[in-house]
């Protein structure tokens, strides 16, 4: 079952498409009146005799789950227990003392862990707009790490990674690749040359908002030693429900992806041509700055996008209290549409204007969504 052993895809048959392997890989061996999925197994202690013995060295549903997503990013996925378990694991990889390139924008919890190991003397990082290739290049030069996220959270912004990992790999710098937003569906940094892919498996992957989980994948054997290394020792091991349901999810991602997609790209159009929204940014727009470089370098324009609301912070929280189809919360990625305003948590402000909303676009009917969002705009225009 583990990731090592292959599929139905060796023997030169043509390779599965990812909606086949989310479906088909990460299964228990076929015996009769055996179930169809792993189990959902909670265990501390594990019998004699086998590879691991105790959980936190390694568990079989955690395999299912690792086969699944390494296949779906062409590596060896090593799941932690949440997405910033995976990203301090990531960064055992790193050699001592290193100098780090990373965005400026970014997952606001990366940027923080990145800029803490700078203050405790353990680091030194060069904070990039990661949408600048020539910036981003010019940082390379004498650095260890490039850490890179695309789309970045919250405001979207297309990094080059095709150049950006290339040139990495040339330079010899790790490269760091947080892949949340874009999903091995729509993005595969291994195959582009970065060492690393970080999911919060919290968000699409897992889909349903019910869970927190992370991963790291990457090809190298060294890497996937000093990752697995990480965690046995770190102890941010994945639990058994978590694994169970973040598995399940994945299951129906390229499905939900579809339509969150679709969804979100009416959403984008519909906003950016109402009057009381500007700036709206969604990587499918021709508005949106890296619109060619996405179009390009994606294979798709994503589930995710911003827009500011007339009327200021004031109107924007209003707009918050008055959905009904959206919820007003964070994290992102889940069958339910989610919007916040970001600049409501301290360490974004200055990051993101005050009046900036963050959608998660989920997989209810399109109509309903706008409907939504057109009565939430109308009833809080008294709060601007
Ligand atoms: C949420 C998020 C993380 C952190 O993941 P958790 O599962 O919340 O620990 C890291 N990177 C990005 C881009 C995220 O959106």
């Not at 780090?100 to 970014?106: C, G, K, R, S």
């Not at 790490?145 to 297309?158: D, F």
């Not at 994948?217 to 978590?242: N, Q, Y």
């Not at 900036?356 to 969504?369: A, K, Q």
Request: with cysteine.
């Amino acid at each position: 079952m583990s990731a090592d052993d292959g599929n139905e895809q060796a023997g030169g048959a043509e390779p599965w498409r990812p909606e086949t392997t989310a479906i088909a890989l990460g299964r228990p061996p076929a015996v009769p009146d055996g179930p169809l999925n792993v189990p959902v197994s909670p265990a501390s202690a594990l019998q004699a005799g086998g590879t691991s013995g105790y959980a936190r060295d390694g568990h079989a549903p955690w395999q299912a789950l690792e086969e699944v997503l390494g296949a779906l990013e062409g590596g060896r996925a090593v799941t932690f227990s949440s997405g910033m378990a995976a990203t301090t694991a990531a960064m055992r990889l790193f050699d001592a003392s290193p100098v780090i390139v990373a965005p400026e924008v970014a997952y606001m919890d990366v940027r923080r862990v990145l800029l803490e190991s700078q203050e405790a003397g353990r680091a030194q990082v060069r904070l990039v707009d990661v949408t600048d290739t020539d910036a981003v290049l010019a940082a390379c030069d004498g650095a260890d790490v490039l850490w890179l996220e695309s789309p970045t959270n919250p405001l979207l912004g297309i990094a080059d990674l095709p150049r950006l990992c290339a040139a990495a790999r040339d330079g010899d710098l790790l490269c760091v690749v947080d892949n949340t937003f874009a999903t091995p569906l729509l993005q595969r940094p291994l195959e582009l040359g970065a060492d690393v892919v970080i999911h919060s498996a919290t968000k699409a992957i897992g889909g349903h908002s019910d869970l927190l989980l992370g991963a790291a994948i990457v090809s190298d054997d060294a890497h996937l030693r000093t990752l697995r290394g990480a965690r046995e020792l770190g102890g941010a091991t994945p639990g058994a429900l978590e694994t169970y349901l973040c598995l399940r999810g994945l299951r129906t991602l390229p499905l939900r992806l579809e339509r969150s997609q679709q969804n979100a790209a009416v959403l984008a159009e519909r906003l950016s041509e109402h009057s009381e929204v500007h700036e709206v940014r969604y990587p499918g727009l021709d508005s949106h700055p890296q619109h060619a470089r996405a179009r390009g370098t994606l294979g798709g324009p994503g589930f995710m996008l911003t827009f500011r609301v007339n009327g200021g912070a004031a109107r924007a929280d209003a707009l918050l209290d008055a959905v009904r189809v959206f919820t007003h919360a964070t994290s992102l990625g889940g069958v339910e549409s989610t919007l916040e305003r970001r600049a409501r948590y301290p360490t974004e402000r200055g990051v993101v204007p005050e009046d900036l909303l963050r959608v998660s676009v989920g997989c209810e009917h399109v109509e309903d969504l706008w409907h939504d969002l057109e009565q939430a705009l109308e009833s809080s225009a008294s709060a601007g």
